[in-house]
């Protein structure tokens, strides 16, 4: 379903990936997992081309989303983004902000658009909330209502960047609750968290990031579990244990 080939990433002298290989299979749930400023964000976006990759090559369903004649508008509607900040429109109700680029883009009419973004509102536990504003809703349920949002758009593939990392630690379950049954129901996944026990028990493959590299991957009981590289063992020590610093 994705395709990274020797992806690497530059801003100017600075190459924040370096020659990334990675290949995520249709349903798989995918969690990436490293320091701040290893690159884990700018890999998110050269996926879905937010960044335009320096090298290498994207392919999301067969389409080659780095190749000059792609339609990349087109290629984009493949990929579904929610990231750490939630980005609703304030000024609209939930139930707007899920129907609005349904109709712009997708060209739905308003009854099938806001049928649609009921079904998805319903499935991520805030179809109670249609009518509200954003700011009347606690950043659980707004974080709910942007997966709503993404997933109205039909994508083939959802890309998560941290989007626990702004909640209250009260707020993170019902938001972790709603990606696990996303994952159960077969959506492929690209989850960039810190949740170690989500990933864990949801994620089929855990990729650990440092420094532009891809360090190691695997199934997370192995790479979380009984990692083979220093530089994981000391991420998940600081991480599992904030306590512990060994710099
Ligand atoms: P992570 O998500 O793992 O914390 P990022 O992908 O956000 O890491 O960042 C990786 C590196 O790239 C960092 O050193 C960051 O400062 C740098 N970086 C990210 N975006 C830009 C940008 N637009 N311009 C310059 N440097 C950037
Ligand atoms: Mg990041």
Request: charge should be negative; glycine fraction near 8%.
């Amino acid at each position: 379903m994705v395709e990274l080939h020797g992806l690497s990433k530059s801003f100017g002298d600075l190459e924040v990936l370096s020659g990334i290989d990675v290949t995520v299979d249709t349903g798989e749930v995918v969690c990436i997992i490293g320091p701040s400023g290893s690159g884990k964000s700018t890999l998110l976006r050269c996926v879905n081309l937010l960044e335009q990759p320096s090298k290498g090559s994207v392919f999301v369903a067969g389409v080659e989303l780095t190749h000059r004649d792609v339609d990349i508008d087109a290629a984009r509607r493949m990929l579904g983004m929610v990231f750490q900040q939630f980005n609703l429109f304030g000024h609209l109700s939930v139930l707007d902000n899920v129907s609005i680029a349904q109709r712009k883009v997708l060209r739905r009419g308003k009854v099938e658009a806001e049928r649609i973004a009921m079904d998805n509102l319903a499935k991520v536990g805030v179809a109670d909330k249609a009518s509200a504003y954003p700011a009347h809703l606690s950043g659980g349920q707004q974080q709910r209502v942007a997966i709503a949002r993404a997933l109205s758009m039909n994508p083939k593939v959802m890309l998560f960047d941290e989007p626990t990392s702004a909640l209250d630690p009260e707020l993170v379950g019902d938001v972790l609750g709603a990606m696990r049954q996303l994952a159960e129901e077969g959506m492929t996944m690209l989850v960039v968290t810190h949740e170690m026990q989500f990933a864990r028990e949801v994620a089929d493959r855990v990729l650990f990031m440092d420094r532009g590299m891809l360090i190691e991957q695997g199934p997370p009981s192995r790479v979380i579990g009984d990692p083979s590289h220093e530089r994981t063992r000391t991420f998940l020590a600081r991480v599992l244990d904030p306590a512990h610093v060994d710099e």
